[in-house]
């Protein structure tokens, strides 16, 4: 995706594959293909791993990595539930940056790990609005638990996803998956207690020392363009489910689904981001016609985001009535244009 959110290349990988490891091959391609200098990499916390970080900053490339606030080592917890050095804007939002040694894990050739220290920046920024969210989905999470604990027989490996991880002494039969031992179950409330108290907290690491704290957060931001892709693109282009078999039927499927995909966010960006990707598709599916009369067409839908579609493509979208040969002369007229 380059940095008006347009997509420029993917790459498809069978269900089961880690995304870590997805990074490298992904990552080379696209450098040799495009002929790339360096390439400041933004990914989530699934692709922060030692090897990644090594192989982005071997290259003479950048990156900028979230980070897990609840995984985090006792020191870099402390660093973020520290008030001091954490600027302010407004009461629902802070943030602050240090540059600090941080340890990763490299597979060396032999296979085994071996720990290095690079000096990375750490940058920490808290929102309350994230902080709601993650109290409202705790929240749900706990009366379930409750529920388990209280009931315990009506519950099973399955079914207890996303309440398990607040029941204290909760254990499953591997065979069957039923709850193992029912006598001994709690509530973990110092697991609660540490989880609320980083509610909100994001971390961020990156190469990009020189940059500050607003400009990786900034760059980071634009990850939601490609989240936002994925859910398009299942959603609204619904590339999945896939209902074709054979490799080739699956790559064109997906091929297909991509090209769509850049033509949408081609034309939100013209428009400025005036009108939604879910608006503009919804919009042009509707743009259809119907045979009146021999060779009359009537196009019965016309909209806003039609109108601002045909502004910025010279394709007038408002006429109702059309012949056949009107038809494919528009057509046409949008080829060589």
């Not at 394709?315 to 059309?322: A, C, E, L, N, P």
Request: glycine share 6%; hydrophobic share 35%.
């Amino acid at each position: 995706m380059d940095t008006n959110g347009i997509p420029i290349t993917y790459d498809l990988y069978s269900g089961n594959t880690n995304d870590c490891l997805t990074y490298r091959p992904t990552f080379s391609r696209m450098k040799k293909e495009f002929d790339l200098g360096k390439v400041i990499v933004v990914a989530d916390k699934g692709m922060s791993t030692g090897d990644n970080i090594q192989y982005t900053l071997s290259a003479n490339d950048g990156f900028v990595f979230s980070y897990s606030a609840r995984g985090a080592n006792k020191a870099l917890k402390d660093y973020i539930l520290d008030e001091e050095g954490y600027v302010f804007k407004g009461d629902d939002y802070k943030w602050k940056e240090r540059i600090y040694p941080t340890e990763i894990w490299v597979t060396m050739t032999s296979g085994k790990k071996q720990k290095k220290t690079i000096d990375a920046k750490q940058v920490v920024f808290y929102s309350e609005k994230y902080a709601k969210k993650a109290r409202m989905e705790r929240a749900k999470a706990i009366e379930k638990a409750k529920k388990l604990i209280k009931t315990p027989s009506n519950y099973n490996r399955s079914t207890s996803y996303g309440a398990a991880g607040y029941v204290k002494n909760l254990s499953f039969v591997k065979d069957t998956g039923e709850i193992a031992d029912i006598t001994a179950l709690s509530l973990d409330e110092e697991k609660i207690k540490a989880q609320e108290a980083l509610d909100g907290y994001y971390v961020l690491i990156t190469s990009e020392y020189k940059k500050s704290a607003s400009e990786v957060i900034e760059i980071y931001r634009g990850l939601w363009k490609i989240e936002e892709s994925f859910k398009v693109t299942k959603s609204d282009l619904e590339t999945r489910p896939v209902y074709v078999s054979t490799q080739d039927h699956i790559k064109a499927h997906f091929l297909t689904c991509f090209i769509a995909l850049v033509l949408a966010r081609i034309l939100e960006f013209k428009m400025d981001g005036k009108h939604t990707i879910t608006r503009i598709i919804d919009s042009l599916s509707k743009c259809t016609c119907t045979n009146v009369d021999q060779n009359y067409y009537l196009f019965d839908y016309y909209d806003e985001v039609l109108k601002d579609i045909g502004d910025v493509t010279n394709v007038d979208f408002s006429t109702k009535i059309r012949t056949l040969q009107q038809i494919k002369k528009n057509i046409s007229e949008t080829k060589t244009r």
